[in-house]
């Protein structure tokens, strides 16, 4: 038992990333607000960045950024450089789907006078009857 | 009926019919038989219910199960994260052979000391002008959503939009304003700052982008929609979004045959660390740089006034 919580401890980025993705998708459930749905996604995002960027980390390394390009650079200098590029790659992702839902929202609100899932689907419904 | 289907009229609002003041018309529904009778299972509980209260139980199981698949997730993840490699250990797998050879040999084969900017903007910038472009669906998406004009637009709602226009117009917060009569030209210097800094430090496009098109967005707070569309409208906004992107493309179709092939090229890598280095980053990056900022402020621009100007 001693063993686990240490290992948890160890693992305390990865960890966190499992809490914040986990409340993120019950923002996902338990709201029917669409706004609170959106919000809940990029939490969810957040978690994934935060997975990827402790998976480059190296203890005791610096970023990558050489601070005299006179001296080569080894590997036993920088962290790993992938995992960042990765997650620029997803930022732009979670920004631009952000955008696109947001304005489907609005659109929503505009026709049907609210955020409530449920009241849409049921006034949609009714609509088309 | 089957559960799915009990949850999917649930779903529907079928069952919350009588909250709702305009009386739906009734339908016919098809008689039970005594063999859809076994089957129900769980519905037997809540047969002798009204409709109101059988919203109310489907509601509570709804969210026990919700509760019940959010723990398990969360264990579920927790164990994985666990039995994954240690934190911040150099033997994990993640640090292999390309991260040796992206650190080791970025400076003589791209020329830039941000090693991050070589990687993504010279070994992976298929990846980034993919980004690019899913940036560039993004705003044309939104706008087909949010442009207000006559064709996605009732007459009515349009005049509404107008008179909201014009009354935020007389009403400029003047704290705001002062503040950002300072703060402006000190966003702008450091956006600019960030983006042709982007292969000697932290930065590049992506992040001197969005301060640029955070600047605008606070000079738009300043002097209203006459100020920015002043200098900034519509036409110039397509001109610089295509511009950039179109600059993107011919540097990395030009260096991407050519460079990646070894063949001679008239691309000069420069002296490391110094401002005019490192060949295509620092093109790609202003290129890059202006269309995030073109971005946030049409994302603003949209959702705000539902016109790029």
Redesign the interface.
Known sequence: MKDFFLTLYHQRMLVTAAILFVIGFAGLLFNWNLIKKIVGLNIMDTAVYLALTSAGYVNGRVAPIMADPKVPATMEQFINPVPTGLVLTGIVVSVSFTAFSLALTVRLYRKYGTLYLDDILFRAKRSVD | MSLWKRLSAW????E?EQW?S?P?PRREKPRRTGEHRQHEGVFELVKGLNKEQKTRVFNTLY?IS?VV??VV??SV??L???N?P?????A?P??NE???Y???H??EDAGA????GN??LSY?VF??F??SS??F???T??MM??LRDSRNTGRD?LRDFRRENTAELEALDHLLRSCSRLLVPMVFTFGVYVIFNGHL??GGG?AGGSILGGGLILYAQEFGTTGVSRYFTNHLYHIIKVTALAIYGVLLLYYGFMGVNGLANHIWLGI??TILSSGIIMPINVAVGFEVACTIYA?YS??HKGEIK
Not at chain 2, 86 to 90: H, Q, R, V, Y
Not at chain 2, 113 to 116: A, E, G, R, S
């Open positions: 779903a529907d609002g079928e919350r709702y305009r739906k969210y919700c698949v959010c997730m969360m993840l927790t994985i994260m666990v994954l240690p934190f911040g250990d150099p994990n993640t640090n390309l991260s040796r992206y650190i080791e970025g400076l000391i941000n090693l991050v990687m993504i992976r990846d980034t993919g980004e899913v940036l669906l993004a705003t998406s939104v959503l949010m709602l430090s932290p992506f490391p660390g994302f949209l959702f």
